[in-house]
């Protein structure tokens, strides 16, 4: 099972997934694709039977490159845009005519795609394939999975509107944090990717002690609608909110400093070698 998802921000776009993946025995993977074509980058995920997401990733890769022509010669973005949901739709059409309706057996696919047309006329796009084959564009948030409604009920709560990047990838860390804790077969760490891409593109974070904040954003979760808040005063608890998930996920990373040196120390110890801290 999967809890997946996609972030509408003020200025780009998140895509994140659990990484945990179960088929006979549990592993984890990334479940975020990375793709580019003719005119830009796109993000993938999903939800569903893992062969058939595979199955609609590499024949969305292929259908595109077939079309590399027909995106240069656009004139415009919205008909690149138009290009794009097309050949989305039209494999989606066929693997639920050619495959999901011909297997014997309960099969569901679900995806979410954030898309990235650059040149002149930059524009960012979210996609969301639903289980019934439907295709269409979207200008709000998006959740897929096992996890969905738990991770959406958050992300309707902490970010009711479009949100910068900076102060979205904590909320979409911890709501995917939250959808995991509440569904079965979800679960590893946290991957997001963003579009456009930061200059230094680091995408993963353990979130285990995130979840700890559950109680400060489920007060937050019943005031809101319980006291009338202005809007200044929600997104002033929001970023108080939003730097308490940070401030968890520096000391993280400063924990796992820490163990690094430590490891030095021992070594040096051992060869018998001064420690110098860096």
């Avoid at 990733?57 to 590399?68: E, F, G, Q, T, V």
């Avoid at 969301?128 to 992300?155: E, Y």
């Avoid at 019943?222 to 608890?237: D, H, T, V």
């Avoid at 990373?253 to 860096?278: D, G, H």
Wanted: proline content about 4%.
């Amino acid at each position: 099972m999967t809890v997946c998802a996609g972030f509408v921000c003020s200025d780009g776009l998140i895509i994140g997934a659990d990484t945990e993946v179960s088929g006979g025995i549990k592993y984890h993977a990334t479940k975020l694709r990375r793709d580019s074509f003719a005119v830009g980058e796109y993000v993938l995920t999903g939800a569903g039977n893992a062969s058939f997401l595979g199955m609609a990733a590499a024949m969305i890769h292929y259908s595109l490159y077939d079309k590399r022509e027909k995106f240069e010669k656009a004139s415009s973005v919205e008909e690149r845009a138009r290009i794009f949901h097309g050949a989305i739709r039209g494999i989606i059409r066929e693997i639920h005519k050619d495959y999901i309706q011909s297997v014997g057996y309960q099969v569901s696919l679900e995806l979410i795609i954030g898309v990235r047309f650059t040149g002149q006329d930059e524009q960012l796009k979210l996609a969301h394939c639903a289980v019934d084959g439907g295709v269409s564009w979207l200008d709000h948030h998006v959740t897929a999975g096992s996890g969905s409604d738990i991770a959406m009920r958050f992300l309707t709560i902490l970010s009711p509107e479009p949100c910068p990047m900076k102060l979205m990838t904590p909320i979409a860390f911890f709501c995917l944090a939250q959808g995991k804790l509440g569904a079965e077969g979800a679960g590893g760490i946290s991957h997001l990717m963003k579009l456009p891409p930061p200059p230094t593109l680091q995408t993963v974070w353990s979130d285990s002690q995130m979840v700890e904040l559950a109680e400060e954003a489920l007060r937050l979760a019943i005031r809101y609608p319980r006291e009338a808040m202005k809007a200044e005063q929600f997104n002033a608890l929001l970023a108080k909110f939003s730097d308490d998930v940070r401030s968890v996920k520096e000391a993280v990373e400063q924990s796992i400093a820490s163990e690094t040196i430590a490891l030095e120390l021992i070594q040096r110890a051992k060869n018998n070698k001064p420690f110098q801290a860096p």
